[in-house]
């Protein structure tokens, strides 16, 4: 992250916070984050990991290889760190919308899952 380079972030810091972008989108919450250890030893977050996998593993990691079959990686994304300019209760990103692959997963729940249940508005 450019200028807060020695920056100390904590989990509560960014775990479940709102992604937003530039032109105002919300796009997700933060499910997971990703980490490398550094030549020097210290840890660099490197990746924000947004959907529903990273998610039930939160959950269970016994749940990692029944979610990866049913969803296959298809609506599991990462932000790389330096996408993000604000940190707070909303995490606010450098791009658009247009700009990142996510949100996909709701579209994906309410083709494939919600529009079968009776009473969901679409007849």
């Not at 298809?74 to 996408?83: A, G, K, L, N």
């Not at 996510?102 to 009473?119: F, K, M, N, T, Y």
Request: charged share 30%.
């Amino acid at each position: 992250m450019p200028g807060q380079k020695d920056r100390l972030l904590v989990m509560r810091d960014i775990m479940d916070n709102q992604l937003e972008t530039k032109d105002n989108c919300k796009i997700g919450r933060v499910a997971d984050i990703e980490a490398e250890l550094g030549d020097d030893g210290k840890l660099m977050l490197t990746n924000l990991v947004t959907g529903p996998q990273a998610l039930a593993v939160r959950f269970s990691s016994h749940l990692r290889p029944v979610v990866r079959f049913l969803l296959r990686d298809r609506f599991e994304h990462r932000v790389p760190m330096s996408e993000v300019k604000e940190f707070g209760p909303t995490l606010r990103l450098r791009g658009m919308s247009k700009d990142y692959a996510v949100g996909q997963s709701d579209r994906w729940i309410a083709e494939h899952i919600l529009r079968w249940i009776p009473g969901n508005g679409r007849s």
